[in-house]
């Protein structure tokens, strides 16, 4: 069981992947229902994933990432991303999941963004 620590900030509500990786399918999948529950029961505008701890990612991980982004998308939630290493950086921009998704370099450039955004 993946534990998924959750603070809100204004419009924000903010998710910290706790594990430091992400190996198989089914672990893959249990974090995508977890945040994806999160997502069906939040009244916040944007979810913004931190995976400042996370240092690897299967494929399969990536791949919830686009469910997520597709539940969150129907409830009209903004799904973005942020705190990223290197190595997930690059999976994720050789995979193009940054043209479907908002990604930050940290979550203090993410929260005064999607400030900047509400604010007009």
Do not use: P, W
């Not at 924000?12 to 974090?31: N, P, T």
């Not at 998308?73 to 705190?83: S, V, Y």
């Amino acid at each position: 069981m993946v534990e998924l620590k959750q603070r809100v900030e204004g419009v924000v509500r903010i998710i910290k992947l706790d594990e430091a990786k992400i190996l198989d399918e089914h672990f893959a999948k249990q974090v995508g229902t977890d945040v994806n529950k999160i997502a069906n029961e939040m009244r916040q505008k944007v979810l913004l994933l931190n995976l400042e701890k996370v240092q690897f990612m299967a494929s399969a991980m990536i791949g919830q990432l686009v469910v997520v982004r597709e539940n969150c998308r129907r409830r009209g939630i903004d799904l973005a991303i942020c705190d990223m290493n290197k190595n997930l950086c690059e999976a994720i921009k050789l995979m193009r999941i940054d043209e479907i998704l908002k990604v930050y370099d940290t979550e203090r450039d993410a929260l005064e963004s999607l400030a900047q955004t509400e604010a007009q």
